[in-house]
């Protein structure tokens, strides 16, 4: 009896490897990885098939129509296009390829400031949040109850008080560290908090990858901060398995600040199926720097895949050089040839 039901799940298993290979085969977004994905289900089906249920699948249904949807409730998106339009002046080739990307047109008069260094970072966003007279806007993926998440919960309590209404969007995976009772005292103060997939994210362990790693903050609509800082003591450099951190943010000032908050408000609808656009500043004013820009957003509902687009798209407009700065390089086949083209073009490339 016991062979007998030994033997039934690995025939059982072997046909869910199978049927895994299959799918890896149609939705795979590289041959690499279908290739890679195939031989793995096929030779260790005992190991490959719970791997692939957690990690194989990089779209779900369920994910992609709520996303959608929220796209297409949100009346800001057109009305912000047509805003923008006064703005767009830049050249036709980066019109015709970096604003299909983003599905946001390329806007003229911004301002962009680099913030390398962790208290620069953290200085200039915790300052504009205490200046904040309407609103706030804030969303990172990594929350934790330390020294540096107890700041930012201060600072955004600070605010509350003041009556300016503050927005907070979190992951709950990439936020396990964050407690209760830290939570408890931002909700008590007013402040709206939301698991960014609460509603419409995943449903189950299988789903553990799907995650939203945006970090960013708008205030009043006039200043928006983004980048690759999350909030934890271990950015600051205070961990000392992590030591010293080194990352990039940034502030902008400018349309280019409508369109991340617009990304932001799509985010709340997404996570609560409230439309807040009519409650935010859309600002057209223009920055005396006068730079073209525009925010492009990633996610598993893209119908092409965005990321590698813009990365292709901004090689290629490389007029000088190329500059790189990634704590992740495991670039794809059309992104390397884009790399040793640019090369051949003369153009310098680090």
């Excluded at 962009?112 to 804030?138: K, R």
Aim: charged share 20%; net charge negative.
């Amino acid at each position: 009896m016991t062979y007998t039901i030994i033997a039934f799940a690995a025939i059982a298993l072997q046909v869910l490897a199978i049927v895994f290979i299959l799918r890896s085969i149609q939705t795979a977004r590289t041959p690499q990885g279908a290739v890679a994905w195939a031989t793995f289900l096929f030779f260790l089906p005992f190991i490959a098939v719970p791997v692939y249920l957690f990690l194989g699948n990089w779209r779900y249904q369920g994910y992609v129509v709520a996303r959608r949807k929220a796209q297409a409730v949100i009346a800001g998106v057109a009305r912000q296009k047509a805003t923008f339009g006064a703005h767009n002046l830049a050249p036709e080739d980066l019109q015709s390829g970096f604003e299909g990307i983003a599905n946001l047109p390329i806007v003229r008069g911004n301002k962009m400031s680099l913030l390398i260094d962790w208290q620069d970072a953290f200085e200039a966003m915790f300052n504009a949040i205490d200046e904040a007279a309407d609103y706030v806007l804030v969303q990172f993926y990594i929350i934790n109850d330390d020294d540096l998440g107890r700041d930012l919960q201060k600072t955004m309590i600070r605010a509350a008080k003041r009556g300016v209404t503050v927005r907070l969007l979190y992951d709950a995976v990439g936020s396990k560290g964050l407690t209760g009772d830290y939570l408890s005292g931002l909700k008590d103060a007013g402040i709206e908090v939301l698991d960014i997939n609460r509603l419409f994210g995943p449903k189950s362990r299988f789903q553990i990858n799907f995650r939203n790693h945006r970090k960013t903050v708008v205030v009043d609509g006039h200043i928006g901060f983004t980048g690759g800082y999350n909030v934890g003591d271990e950015y600051a450099g205070r961990d000392p398995q992590f030591g010293k951190w080194r990352d990039t943010h940034c502030a902008l000032r400018g349309p280019m600040v409508s369109q991340l908050q617009l990304i932001f408000a799509e985010d709340w609808y997404g996570a609560s199926e409230e439309d807040i656009t009519e409650s935010l500043t859309w600002m057209t004013q223009a920055d005396e720097a006068d730079m073209n820009g525009v925010i492009i957003a990633t996610g598993p509902a893209d119908e092409l895949d965005t990321g590698a687009l813009y990365f292709c798209a901004m090689i290629h407009a490389a007029k000088e050089r190329i500059w790189i700065a990634t704590p992740y390089l495991a670039t794809e086949n059309d992104i390397l040839a884009a790399l040793k083209l640019a090369v051949l073009r003369g153009w310098r490339c680090g």
